[in-house]
C-alpha cells in the first residue's frame, strides 16, 4: 500500500529502518536478556535528529508532527518495542511542555530534548491510581517559592534514565481530578529519588522505575498551566500520545508477520514448505489484512492529530485499542505458525509476542480505551438530540 508520503516523511521512515536493521536487530535479543537500557542506540536516535521530530523548529526540532512521529516508531517497533519504548516515552513526557509549557519553559527545556541530550519520562501513574488516574495521592504543597512534593510515582518508563520528569500531583486533594496540577522536576532536584527496577514479562530493554518524592522542594514556576489544571494536562497528553502506542502495535505486528513468512517459506513438512499449505496462508492472510488495517487507522489518525482537531479523544482511542489487540492477536500466530521454532528463544517472535502485551495495558488499558469511545458515543449520540 502507498500512502502517499512526502519525500521528508519518506526520509524518516528510510531513517528510521536503517537504524532499526543495523543497530536495534542485531543487539535485541541481548538487550532483553540482559534486561538493558539501549544508551548506544539511544545516542545514535540523538545524532539522527529523531528526538526533534514533533518538536517545533523555532525549539530546536524539526517542526514534524504525529504522523511523522509514528512513521519513526513503527519502523523502531518492527525491530524491538523495548527500544522503542524508551523512545516514545520521551514524546509522552515531552507533550505536557509542548502543550501547556509558556515560553519560557518550552525554550528552557525543548532545545535539550529535541537534540537528545535529556530524556524525559511522563509520571502519572502510583500504586492506587492506574486506571483511576483521578486517585493519585502524591501532593504538591505550596510553600513561599517552591511545592513541595510528597507521595510516590510507581511504573515510569524512563525513571531514573530520564533528566527531566512530567509529575501529576495533588494541589488541593479535597477537590479530586479538579484538585491536580502538573510540574516540571529536574533528576537532582533535592527530595527526589529513584526506588527499585522492575523485573518486566517484556519491552525489557526499557527501564521501569519508581519515583519517589520527600518533601522535593520544586520552584514555583514548574508548574504546568495552573493550579487545578493536571488532570486535563494529563489527559490531553494522553489523547495526543495514544496514536504512538498504536503506531507500536502496527510496527511489531508487522515484525512479526515478517518472520513467520519467512520461517514459512524455509520450513518443509510432508515435503513442501509449510506456506504452500492453505491452513497457514490463511493465517497469514489474516495477519497481513489486520496489520494493514491497523497502519491505516494508526495513519488517519496521527493525520487528524495534526490537523489541531480537537476533538482527538476517540479517534486516538480508536487507533489504541484496535492496533494493539492487532499486535497481541498478530505476534501470538506469528509464533503459532513458527510452531515449537516461536516457541524458542532462538526466533524472535516469542520476544514479540511478550513484548506486545504491554500494548493492551500502558497509556491506559484497552479496556478504558473502549470506556473513552463509549463515553464519545454517548456525548455526539446527546448533541445530536
Ligand atoms: N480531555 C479534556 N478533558 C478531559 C478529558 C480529555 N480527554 N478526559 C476527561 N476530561 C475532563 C472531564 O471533562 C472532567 O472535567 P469536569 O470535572 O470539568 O467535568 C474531568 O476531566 C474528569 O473527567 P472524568 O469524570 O471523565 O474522569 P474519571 O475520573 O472518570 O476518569 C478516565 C476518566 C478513566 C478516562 C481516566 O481516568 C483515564 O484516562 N484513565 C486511564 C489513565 C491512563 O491512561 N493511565 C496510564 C498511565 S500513563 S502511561
Same mark, same amino acid.
Given at each position: 500500500?502507498?500512502?502517499?508520503?512526502?519525500?521528508?516523511?519518506?526520509?524518516?521512515?528510510?531513517?528510521?529502518?536503517?537504524?532499526?536493521?543495523?543497530?536495534?536487530?542485531?543487539?535485541?535479543?541481548?538487550?532483553?536478556?540482559?534486561?538493558?537500557?539501549?544508551?548506544?542506540?539511544?545516542?545514535?536516535?540523538?545524532?539522527?535528529? *529523531?528526538? $526533534?521530530?514533533?518538536?517545533?523548529?523555532?525549539?530546536?526540532?524539526?517542526?514534524?508532527?504525529?504522523?511523522?512521529?509514528?512513521?519513526?516508531?513503527?519502523?523502531?517497533?518492527?525491530?524491538?518495542?523495548?527500544?522503542?519504548?524508551?523512545?516514545?516515552?520521551?514524546?509522552?513526557?515531552?507533550?505536557?511542555?509542548?502543550?501547556?509549557?509558556?515560553?519560557?519553559?518550552?525554550?528552557?527545556?525543548?532545545?535539550?530534548?529535541?537534540?537528545?541530550?535529556?530524556?524525559?519520562?511522563?509520571?502519572?501513574?502510583?500504586?492506587?491510581? $492506574?486506571?483511576?488516574?483521578?486517585?493519585?495521592?502524591?501532593?504538591?504543597?505550596?510553600?513561599?517559592?517552591?511545592?513541595?512534593?510528597?507521595?510516590?510515582?510507581?511504573?515510569?518508563?524512563? $525513571?531514573?534514565?530520564?533528566?527531566?520528569?512530567?509529575?501529576?500531583?495533588?494541589?488541593?486533594?479535597?477537590?479530586?481530578?479538579?484538585?491536580?496540577?502538573?510540574?516540571?522536576?529536574?533528576?537532582?532536584?533535592?527530595?527526589?529519588?529513584?526506588? =527499585?527496577?522492575?523485573? =518486566?514479562?517484556?519491552?525489557?530493554?526499557?527501564?521501569?522505575?519508581?519515583?519517589?518524592?520527600?518533601?522535593?522542594?520544586?520552584?514555583?514556576?514548574?508548574?504546568? $498551566?495552573?493550579?487545578?489544571?493536571?488532570?486535563? #494536562?494529563? *489527559?490531553?497528553?494522553?489523547?495526543?500520545?495514544?496514536?504512538?502506542?498504536?503506531?507500536? !502495535?502496527?510496527?511489531?505486528?508487522?515484525?512479526?508477520?515478517?518472520?513467520?513468512?519467512?520461517?514459512?517459506?524455509?520450513?518443509?513438512?510432508?515435503?513442501?514448505?509449510?506456506?504452500?499449505?492453505?491452513?497457514?496462508?490463511?493465517?497469514?492472510?489474516?495477519?497481513?489484512?489486520?496489520?494493514?488495517?491497523?497502519?491505516?487507522?494508526?495513519?488517519? #489518525?496521527?493525520?487528524? #492529530?495534526?490537523?489541531?482537531?480537537?476533538?482527538?479523544?476517540?479517534?486516538?482511542?480508536?487507533?489504541?485499542?484496535?492496533?494493539?489487540?492487532?499486535?497481541?492477536?498478530?505476534?501470538?500466530?506469528?509464533?503459532?505458525?513458527? !510452531?515449537?521454532?516461536?516457541?524458542?528463544?532462538?526466533?524472535?517472535?516469542?520476544?514479540?509476542?511478550?513484548?506486545?502485551?504491554?500494548?493492551?495495558?500502558?497509556?491506559?488499558?484497552?479496556?478504558?480505551?473502549?470506556?473513552?469511545? !463509549?463515553?464519545?458515543?454517548?456525548?455526539?449520540?446527546?448533541?445530536? !438530540?
Amino acid at each position: 500500500m502507498d500512502y502517499f508520503f512526502t519525500e521528508e516523511q519518506k526520509m524518516i521512515q528510510e531513517l528510521a529502518r536503517q537504524i532499526a536493521e543495523e543497530k536495534v536487530v542485531p543487539v535485541r535479543a541481548e538487550l532483553d536478556e540482559k534486561e538493558e537500557f539501549p544508551h548506544e542506540i539511544m545516542k545514535v536516535l540523538a545524532q539522527s535528529d *529523531m528526538f $526533534g521530530i514533533f518538536i517545533p523548529e523555532e525549539y530546536g526540532g524539526l517542526g514534524m508532527g504525529a504522523l511523522e512521529l509514528c512513521i519513526a516508531v513503527e519502523e523502531l517497533s518492527r525491530a524491538c518495542l523495548g527500544v522503542s519504548t524508551s523512545y516514545a516515552a520521551n514524546a509522552l513526557g515531552t507533550y505536557p511542555i509542548l502543550l501547556f509549557g509558556t515560553e519560557e519553559q518550552k525554550k528552557k527545556y525543548l532545545p535539550d530534548i529535541a537534540s537528545g541530550k535529556r530524556l524525559v519520562a511522563f509520571a502519572l501513574t502510583e500504586a492506587n491510581a $492506574g486506571s483511576d488516574a483521578a486517585g493519585i495521592q502524591t501532593t504538591a504543597k505550596k510553600d513561599g517559592d517552591y511545592y513541595i512534593l510528597n507521595g510516590t510515582k510507581q511504573w515510569i518508563t524512563n $525513571g531514573g534514565e530520564a533528566e527531566i520528569y512530567t509529575v501529576i500531583a495533588m494541589t488541593d486533594p479535597s477537590r479530586g481530578a479538579r484538585g491536580a496540577s502538573a510540574f516540571i522536576v529536574e533528576k537532582g532536584t533535592p527530595g527526589f529519588s529513584f526506588g =527499585k527496577k522492575e523485573k =518486566k514479562m517484556g519491552i525489557r530493554a526499557s527501564v521501569t522505575r519508581e519515583l519517589i518524592f520527600d518533601n522535593c522542594k520544586v520552584p514555583k514556576e514548574n508548574i504546568l $498551566g495552573r493550579e487545578g489544571m493536571g488532570f486535563i #494536562v494529563a *489527559m490531553k497528553t494522553l489523547d495526543q500520545s495514544r496514536v504512538g502506542v498504536g503506531a507500536q !502495535g502496527v510496527g511489531v505486528a508487522q515484525g512479526a508477520l515478517d518472520e513467520a513468512i519467512r520461517f514459512a517459506r524455509q520450513r518443509v513438512q510432508f515435503g513442501k514448505p509449510v506456506i504452500s499449505f492453505q491452513a497457514v496462508q490463511h493465517m497469514l492472510a489474516d495477519m497481513a489484512t489486520l496489520t494493514e488495517a491497523a497502519r491505516s487507522l494508526v495513519y488517519s #489518525v496521527a493525520r487528524y #492529530v495534526d490537523s489541531g482537531a480537537k476533538d482527538i479523544s476517540k479517534p486516538s482511542a480508536m487507533a489504541k485499542v484496535f492496533a494493539t489487540d492487532v499486535a497481541m492477536k498478530v505476534t501470538t500466530d506469528a509464533v503459532q505458525v513458527m !510452531g515449537g521454532s516461536g516457541y524458542m528463544r532462538e526466533y524472535p517472535v516469542e520476544k514479540m509476542m511478550r513484548d506486545a502485551k504491554i500494548l493492551q495495558i500502558y497509556e491506559g488499558t484497552n479496556q478504558i480505551q473502549r470506556n473513552v469511545i !463509549g463515553q464519545e458515543l454517548i456525548k455526539e449520540a446527546a448533541r445530536k !438530540g
